[in-house]
Every structure is written in structure tokens, then in C-alpha cells.
């Protein structure tokens, strides 16, 4: 089968507020991102993904969208999305966009009609059902742990949300709303775009409202809305347009399982081009990041989608606080571990904003500096519950999606060259030593790791294209693989702990491996080795 060329591809995340501002009112914008173009081209990136810049009341920092059409005014405005996609372009870069359809702001004209009246042409737009103050339609929770039903006095029913009660759920029963969802998504893809980040797309299609969800199953208090059946017919509908266009789409599909995902992005059939796991974001009962858990998930995709279907590969998003905090040591030398770690295996990398800097977790100093809604709601919790100020603030953040909205960290002048005002989130402290300038001087950087690594794949097969096999090792917390095609075999060797440890590699046939220089120092292949902590070796072998 012919390679699609994201195959080849590194995606570059960025989240707007915090990349890179503009005009001194502390939010990143458009004009900033577009002046940072060569940056990103430096780094050797193929495609960039924008979060939402739409018009939206910022309840959920653009994922609550009150106009798919136009922009909003804290971002710029069309004509510089325009600019973006025109200057992106022409350097080579494509652009992706983020699409949210399960739901709307309750600011959305079409939410603002339908909780006039029952009989409101927009009402089935939404998901209502019969309710009263203190009796919800069933006992289902959003994802903030709440009801996910919200009583509206007007009309006497409640409406249904899966995230917050200013996000309610689009109705994708509804002929008519799937319609203007199709129109719009045409909108784009003629205006220019590149693709789609999909955003919680698992979810359009929900259980019966008389659904029993049973707690000690696998998505637990969620299953009603995760990957339900019935979903695949919208699906269809969304690879037919996706199609017509030839365009990229990543799907975050939490719900669709590793044994699922093969059929979800078959390179024929599939109906997108790749999915966003969930599921190796996981944490010990210390409240770590579980690094063994997570090689085992990764293997598991890896090996599930071997022969069949394509993995988004990522380490940080918007969501989640940042690698080398949550599962490391916070260093330079951890992250580059997890860089070639993860920039190897079979998929598309993607690299958020600043992890090509190993930027870490903030420090909240005080409630004022948090963010993120549920965030809040945990550190109110923990206080009431009796815990001091700055223990509940420290326990309240350490997962929080805020570490990853801290402001990218360009040079050492004040607000890290982010803003010549008042950043909109305080910029970390370690930014004298950490953030790009620094980085570009030094050739060892972790900024040029990131650029080999991009480099390889676009130049070998191997990497974009090869089978992959995992390796036992005999420790948990190594990754270690192979990947294959044709002759050539690659074998990557990473220590993810901070711990030296014992290899048993009798698995390995140890022949003319040659090692492939990735910065680091040397290391002889034997059966029984020991693995500095966070030392990555990656070795190569043609047999003819
Ligand atoms: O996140 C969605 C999200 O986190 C869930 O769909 C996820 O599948 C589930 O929690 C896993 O257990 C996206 C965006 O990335 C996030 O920033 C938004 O707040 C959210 O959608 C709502 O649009
Ligand atoms: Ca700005």
C-alpha cells in the first residue's frame, strides 16, 4: 500500500493562549504563532495542530465553541488565520484544526434557541428529557464527577453534558444537526485545512437513557457514552467527507480499544487516519506516573496495530501535566530517554508545545494561580475536608492540566519572551534555564535530539514503515524494541527509571548490531548489561 505522508510526519502542538503573544495583553494569538513559523520549521516538524481558536466564552478555553465560523478576537481574526495557513503552507507546513462536535457552549445561537421551547425548531439539537429540580433523568456523571443532567426551570426538562453544564451534548440523532455539522466541517476543509483533531469523538453517540451502568466494569461511570453502537454510522458519514478531501484525522477515541483500533483507522477502511489512546496515562497508588504501566500500554497498541491501522504516539497534551514530572525526574537526561523512547515506535509523534524544551510542572503558589475548573472544585474538596492550604494546593495540582497551559518559555528576558505584559498563566520559574534560545546554542540540546529524530523518520523506512516487536529485558521499566522491514532492523534500548538497572538481553541475537548515534555514549551489546538510568541506546543491522 502506497505510505499516506503523515506516516512520515511529526505533528507540533500548540496551544494558542500560551505559545506566543503578540500584542502585550498576555494571551498567546495567530500573528504570534505565524512569527514563530521558522522556529518550527528549525525544529523540522511536519504538521501543526492547532486547539480551538473559535469563537467561544472560554469556559473551557475554546472547547466550548458559541460560532464554528468565525474566530475569536483574543486569537485574531479570520484573515489571520488565513495568513497562518497561507505563511505555514509555503514553508512546507500543513495545519490542523481542532473539531468539536459532541457538543456546544450553551452560548451557541442553536442552544440558545432550543431551551426556549419544547417545540423550538432547534430543541432536538440537544439531548432533553423530562426532569425536575431534585429528580435527574437517570444517574449518569459527566467526566467532572457531577450529574451529567442540568435542570433548565424555562421548559421544566433537563439537558445532557458529558463535560461541563455550559458544554451540553449535540443530539447526533437529529438529521438536521448532522447536516450543519457536515456543512461546516466542508467549510474548513475548503477554506484550507489539513485535517482534523476530532475532539471527543468517542462520545457522539450515547446508551439508551434507561441504560444500567455497572460500576466494576471497564469504563466504569463513563460506559454510556464511550464508543457506544450506533456510532459507526456517523463515522461513515465523517470518512466520506474526510475522504473526498484526502485529509489527516487524529481521533481522541478513549473507548475504542487497542483490539478495536485496527478497524477504526484501517488505511482503507478505517473511518480516520489514527486515534489518541487514553490509556497510558496511568499512576500508581502513590499517585506517580506508572512507567511500567505505561511501556505495557504502549507495547500493547503497538503490537494490537502491528500489521493493521496507525497510532497517534504522544507523551503530552493540553490535559495532562508534563512527561517528565509526572512519570520522571523532571531532568534533561529523563527526557531525552523518553523522546527516543516514544519517537521510534510505529505511528505519528506528537510533540506538545515545550516538551522539545523539557519544560516542566509550574509551582501554585496560591489558589488564585489555578486555572482549571475541576482543579479548583478537588482543592475546595481537600480543604473542606480538613487538609492545610498548601498541602491541599500541592495534591489538588499535581495532575492538573494547568502544568501544560504555562507559557511557552522562548529566552531569558522577563515573562520567558512570552509576553510584554501580564501572562495570562505565570510563567515557570526555571525559565532562565530552560527555553529555547538556550536550547538552539547547544548541539547536545534535547531541542536537537527532537530534530534527529524527526530527521530519521522522514529519511528511513524503517521507522515509518517497519513491523514492530517488543524485546524482554527482564525490567519493567525499560522499553525495548525492534523495528523491521525488509532487511534492516533497528533495536531501541531505553531505561525510563532514574535507577541503574540489569538487563537479561539471552532474548538477543547479538550479532553486527552497529549503534546509531544519537548523542549519547557507547554501548557494547552482551547478554547480561547494566542500564544506567535514563541511558537510550538505538542500534541498527542490515542483513543481506
Ligand atoms: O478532552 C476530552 C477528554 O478528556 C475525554 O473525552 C476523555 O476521553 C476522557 O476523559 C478519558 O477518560 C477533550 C479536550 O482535550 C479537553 O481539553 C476538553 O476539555 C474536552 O475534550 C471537552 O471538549
Ligand atoms: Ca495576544
Known amino acids: 500500500m502506497k505510505e499516506k505522508w503523515w506516516q512520515k510526519a511529526t505533528v ?3 496551544y494558542p493562549r500560551s505559545f506566543k503573544d503578540s500584542n502585550g495583553d498576555g494571551k498567546g494569538d495567530l500573528p504570534g504563532i505565524i512569527e514563530k513559523l521558522p522556529y518550527l520549521k528549525e525544529l523540522g516538524v511536519d504538521v501543526l495542530w492547532l486547539n480551538p ?4 466564552p472560554m ?7 458559541s460560532d464554528y465560523y468565525s474566530i475569536n478576537p483574543e486569537f485574531g481574526s479570520l484573515a489571520d488565520l488565513r495568513q497562518l495557513l497561507e505563511t505555514a503552507h509555503s514553508l512546507g507546513l500543513k495545519l490542523i484544526m481542532d473539531l468539536v462536535v459532541n457538543h456546544t457552549s450553551d452560548q451557541h445561537p442553536w442552544f440558545k434557541e432550543a431551551r426556549k421551547s419544547k417545540d423550538n425548531p432547534y430543541r432536538d439539537y440537544y439531548l432533553w428529557q423530562p426532569a425536575s429540580p431534585d429528580r435527574m433523568p437517570n444517574n449518569w456523571k459527566s467526566f467532572q464527577g457531577t450529574s451529567a443532567w442540568t435542570y433548565d426551570e424555562r421548559t421544566k426538562e433537563a439537558y445532557f453534558h458529558i463535560f ?3 458544554q451540553p451534548d449535540l443530539n447526533w440523532k437529529s438529521p438536521r444537526l448532522r447536516e450543519e455539522i457536515y456543512q461546516m466541517i466542508r467549510y474548513w476543509l475548503d477554506f484550507g485545512l489539513d485535517g482534523f483533531r476530532l475532539d471527543a469523538i468517542s462520545h457522539l453517540q450515547k446508551e439508551a437513557w434507561d441504560f444500567k451502568i455497572q460500576f466494576w466494569e471497564g469504563d466504569g461511570p463513563w460506559a454510556p457514552f464511550m464508543n457506544v453502537s450506533g456510532i459507526e454510522a456517523y463515522m461513515a458519514d465523517l470518512k466520506e467527507i474526510f475522504d473526498q478531501y484526502g485529509v489527516m484525522t487524529v481521533g481522541e477515541a478513549s473507548g475504542v480499544s487497542s483490539k478495536q483500533a485496527p478497524a477504526w483507522t484501517d488505511e482503507k477502511t478505517g473511518f480516520i487516519s489514527m486515534i489518541i489512546e487514553w490509556e497510558h496515562n496511568r499512576r500508581t497508588p502513590d499517585n506517580q506516573g506508572d512507567v511500567a504501566g505505561l511501556i505495557a500500554v504502549l507495547k500493547r497498541w503497538q503490537e494490537d496495530l502491528s500489521e493493521r491501522g496507525w497510532n497517534a504516539l504522544y507523551l503530552e497534551n493540553h490535559d495532562i501535566p ?12 529523563c527526557a531525552k530517554a523518553f523522546a527516543v523512547a516514544y519517537s521510534l515506535l510505529r505511528g505519528t509523534p506528537f510533540i506538545f508545545q515545550g516538551q522539545e524544551l523539557g519544560m516542566t510542572n509550574g509551582q501554585f503558589e496560591s489558589a488564585d494561580e489555578i486555572d482549571s475548573n475541576s482543579i479548583k472544585l478537588a482543592y475546595q474538596d481537600l480543604l473542606e475536608k480538613g487538609m492545610s492550604e498548601e498541602d491541599a494546593l500541592t495534591q489538588a495540582t499535581q495532575w492538573s492540566r494547568d502544568h501544560a497551559r504555562l507559557p511557552m518559555q522562548w529566552d531569558c528576558s522577563p515573562n520567558a519572551g512570552f ?9 515557570n520559574d526555571n525559565y532562565k ?5 538556550a536550547q538552539l546554542a547547544d548541539k547536545d540540546s534535547l531541542f536537537h535530539l527532537y530534530q534527529r529524530l524527526i530527521e530519521l523518520r522522514h529519511q528511513d523506512t524503517v521507522v515509518s514503515q517497519g513491523t514492530f516487536q517488543a524485546l524482554e529485558t527482564g525490567q519493567d521499566k525499560v522499553f525495548a524494541y525492534h523495528r523491521h522491514l525488509h532487511d534492516v532492523s533497528y533495536l531501541v534500548i531505553v531505561n525510563l527509571s532514574g535507577e541503574d538497572l540489569g538487563l537479561d538481553l539471552s532474548d538477543l541475537d547479538l550479532a553486527d548490531w552497529q549503534e546509531v548515534a544519537l548523542f549519547n555514549r557507547p554501548l557494547l551489546l552482551k547478554s547480561e548489561l547494566t542500564l544506567p538510568g535514563y541511558d537510550y541506546h538505538v542500534y541498527c543491522r542490515s542483513k543481506n
Open 12 to 14: 507540533y502542538q500548540i
Open 53 to 56: 481558536v473559535y469563537a467561544s
Open 59 to 65: 469556559v473551557d478555553n475554546g472547547y466550548d465553541i
Open 164 to 166: 461541563d453544564a455550559k
Open 322 to 333: 508534563r512527561i517528565i514530572s509526572a512519570f520522571g525526574d523532571g531532568s534533561q537526561g
Open 419 to 427: 509576553t510584554t505584559g501580564q501572562p495570562w498563566m505565570k510563567v
Open 433 to 437: 534555564t530552560i527555553n529555547v534560545q
